[in-house]
């Protein structure tokens, strides 16, 4: 099973990096998902994988196995304080971490046939390794600075202080000029890059992400949900906390959903142990919006999944729900739907060129709160509707989006672009 490639290094340089990844905590979402199953089904066609992150926690080694995965591991990279720091001010310690990170490489004596960065922090430690070990590089940006503004609203200069937009635009426009080719999550994102960005290049391709089609798949005939401690009866959220993600909006519309229908309950999955502060905004102004809607008790917060709970608490959902203000793609409503449960995801974002609105899901303004309630009203009257649109997103996904055929599509991408 020979592919060319023996040795690549993924980047990976925000956010908590865990080879049992801890989804929901602080700059810890589907990328990191993302970067860990594309390194898991390299590895499976005899590719070896180091993932390179920044270390920041002396209780983490800096070296670890991915599961059940010998030739993919973690190395953990120090650089600046032993502290968290988030995403938008990492930049200043992105020279020290590529510093680090290529005398770890020289000393551990490795050939690496490539290196692949994802989101602008890691792009632009990748041109540097790629120049200093004279390597081809690509890119996934994951998401797009300038798309992320144009969608966001509030003051311009509140914004650009908090998500520093300028800066990161300009390592972006870099990143995209310097590597060898790049992939985008969607023919939304490819179009956002050429209309936002004006890149034009032929160096670029759509690979969205995959599904792990063993983990997340519907409950076969005559098989029961596993019992969890979640509601009899429910709508599924599962994201980081923040402010893009449009909880304000989806509190808004199932408050409106309770005036119809009172036994369903609304479960969100995700969020830190330790929240940063824009987190703890987020949280604070849920809370109000709970009281003020008088849907307390129907709320229901279990903070971070564990992994062995996850495609229970899919199967046993009502449906997924997806408000986002701004999302690239969206993984979680691949593997809701893989799981045979239909989503209601914002039409907005990259998933809009994977589900067909009224085929294997439904596609929704979630700024447009009458909209947004009679969708999920919809789906909970309309039990024949609702199967029907999670048996077609669930062979959807299983056809044509496994990360067995993510990274066959990888393979061919590096040897087209090195």
């Given at each position: 099973?020979?592919?060319?490639?023996?040795?690549?290094?993924?980047?990976?340089?925000?956010?908590?990096?865990?080879?049992?990844?801890?989804?929901?905590?602080?700059?810890?979402?589907?990328?990191?998902?993302?970067?860990?199953?594309?390194?898991?089904?390299l590895a499976k066609r005899g590719i070896k994988v180091d993932i390179y992150t920044r270390w920041f926690d002396h209780n983490?080694?800096?070296?670890?196995?991915?599961?059940?995965?010998?030739?993919?591991?973690?190395?953990?990279?120090?650089?600046?304080?032993?502290?968290?720091?988030?995403?938008?001010?990492?930049?200043?310690?992105?020279?020290?971490?590529?510093?680090?990170?290529?005398?770890?490489?020289?000393?551990?004596?490795?050939?690496?046939?490539?290196?692949?960065?994802?989101?602008?922090?890691?792009?632009?430690?990748?041109?540097?390794?790629?120049?200093?070990?004279?390597?081809?590089?690509?890119?996934?940006?994951?998401?797009?600075?300038?798309?992320?503004?144009?969608?966001?609203?509030?003051?311009?200069?509140?914004?650009?202080?908090?998500?520093?937009?300028?800066?990161?635009?300009?390592?972006?426009?870099?990143?995209?000029?310097?590597?060898?080719?790049?992939?985008?999550?969607?023919?939304?994102?490819?179009?956002?890059?050429?209309?936002?960005?004006?890149?034009?290049?032929?160096?670029?391709?759509?690979?969205?992400?995959?599904?792990?089609?063993?983990?997340?798949?519907?409950?076969?005939?005559?098989?029961?949900?596993?019992?969890?401690?979640?509601?009899?009866?429910?709508?599924?959220?599962?994201?980081?906390?923040?402010?893009?993600?449009?909880?304000?909006?989806?509190?808004?519309?199932?408050?409106?959903?309770?005036?119809?229908?009172?036994?369903?309950?609304?479960?969100?999955?995700?969020?830190?142990?330790?929240?940063?502060?824009?987190?703890?905004?987020?949280?604070?102004?849920?809370?109000?919006?709970?009281?003020?809607?008088?849907?307390?008790?129907?709320?229901?917060?279990?903070?971070?999944?564990?992994?062995?709970?996850?495609?229970?608490?899919?199967?046993?959902?009502?449906?997924?729900?997806?408000?986002?203000?701004?999302?690239?793609?969206?993984?979680?409503?691949?593997?809701?739907?893989?799981?045979?449960?239909?989503?209601?995801?914002?039409?907005?974002?990259?998933?809009?060129?994977?589900?067909?609105?009224?085929?294997?899901?439904?596609?929704?303004?979630?700024?447009?709160?009458?909209?947004?309630?009679?969708?999920?009203?919809?789906?909970?009257?309309?039990?024949?509707?609702?199967?029907?649109?999670?048996?077609?997103?669930?062979?959807?996904?299983?056809?044509?989006?496994?990360?067995?055929?993510?990274?066959?599509?990888?393979?061919?991408?590096?040897?087209?672009?090195?």
């Amino acid at each position: 099973m020979t592919t060319g490639f023996k040795h690549i290094a993924m980047l990976s340089t925000h956010g908590y990096f865990d080879p049992k990844p801890l989804l929901g905590e602080t700059d810890t979402g589907g990328q990191v998902l993302y970067v860990l199953e594309l390194s898991k089904a390299l590895a499976k066609r005899g590719i070896k994988v180091d993932i390179y992150t920044r270390w920041f926690d002396h209780n983490r080694h800096q070296i670890e196995q991915l599961p059940g995965c010998p030739d993919a591991r973690v190395i953990r990279i120090p650089s600046g304080p032993w502290e968290f720091v988030i995403k938008e001010e990492i930049y200043k310690l992105l020279p020290e971490l590529t510093d680090n990170l290529s005398a770890f490489i020289r000393e551990n004596n490795i050939d690496y046939d490539l290196f692949h960065g994802h989101y602008v922090d890691a792009g632009i430690v990748t041109i540097d390794l790629a120049r200093l070990f004279n390597k081809p590089a690509f890119f996934t940006a994951h998401s797009l600075g300038a798309w992320k503004r144009e969608r966001m609203e509030g003051d311009p200069d509140v914004m650009e202080r908090e998500f520093n937009f300028n800066h990161r635009i300009s390592e972006e426009k870099r990143i995209f000029d310097t590597l060898n080719g790049h992939t985008v999550t969607s023919l939304l994102q490819l179009e956002k890059l050429i209309s936002l960005y004006g890149y034009r290049e032929d160096n670029v391709e759509v690979i969205p992400p995959g599904v792990n089609i063993h983990k997340f798949k519907p409950l076969a005939p005559g098989e029961f949900p596993r019992k969890t401690k979640l509601p009899e009866k429910y709508i599924f959220c599962l994201s980081r906390i923040d402010s893009n993600k449009g909880y304000d909006l989806l509190l808004n519309a199932f408050a409106r959903v309770c005036e119809k229908i009172d036994d369903v309950y609304l479960v969100t999955g995700g969020g830190s142990a330790n929240p940063q502060p824009r987190e703890t905004e987020v949280l604070d102004m849920m809370h109000r919006i709970m009281l003020e809607k008088g849907i307390t008790k129907k709320i229901y917060f279990t903070g971070h999944v564990e992994e062995n709970l996850m495609a229970s608490y899919y199967q046993n959902a009502q449906f997924f729900v997806m408000p986002s203000i701004f999302e690239p793609f969206g993984m979680t409503a691949q593997e809701s739907m893989a799981s045979g449960i239909p989503v209601i995801a914002s039409r907005f974002g990259g998933i809009n060129t994977v589900l067909t609105h009224e085929k294997d899901g439904l596609l929704i303004d979630p700024k447009n709160e009458d909209e947004f309630a009679s969708s999920m009203i919809r789906l909970l009257e309309d039990r024949d509707f609702r199967d029907q649109l999670g048996k077609a997103a669930s062979i959807l996904i299983r056809q044509n989006y496994s990360w067995e055929a993510m990274a066959e599509r990888h393979l061919t991408f590096y040897k087209k672009y090195c």
